[in-house]
């Protein structure tokens, strides 16, 4: 789903479709706020990047993901991939947590103070969207 980090940037696959995610969206953070919401509330909910100068929006609900990829086009690209809420957030889950410190990097990679309180920040929501996605997991069929 998500590629490691390089320079502000990171490859988003789903549904067969690559996007290039910038730096310009608080990836880490904000996907994971959304995830933990979803899952605690069980309710559907939505993540959002920039793709400088088109912008990617995904609603992830219980049983697939609807995404809106708006370009340079008048009419956005729109689809549906069959990918779970769960599903959706384990994937979240295993590519933010393969290399925290390449996440904390994320927006201002010069900046030590900010990329340890965005460590501490990305490893706490990791810690609780994990918790989550184990209770949930014994629900699973």
Not at 50 to 76: D, Q, R, S, W
Request: hydrophobic fraction near 35%.
């Amino acid at each position: 789903m998500l590629s490691v980090p390089k320079y502000g940037w990171t490859d988003f696959s789903i549904g067969g479709n690559e996007y290039s995610l910038s730096y310009l969206t608080d990836v880490p953070i904000d996907w994971l706020e959304s995830a933990v919401y979803g899952l605690t509330n069980q309710r559907p909910f939505v993540v959002y990047a920039e793709c400088e100068p088109e912008e990617i929006h995904l609603t992830v609900t219980e049983m697939f993901c609807h995404v809106i990829y708006e370009g340079h086009e008048p009419n956005p690209e729109t689809y549906f991939v069959k990918m779970t809420m769960l599903d959706f957030c384990k994937a979240l889950y295993a590519d933010i947590s393969r290399d925290v410190d390449a996440w904390a990097d994320w927006s201002r990679y010069d900046d030590e103070n900010f990329r340890e309180e965005q460590k501490r920040k990305i490893q706490s929501l990791l810690d609780e969207l994990d918790a989550l996605i184990k209770e949930q997991s014994k629900y699973e069929t």
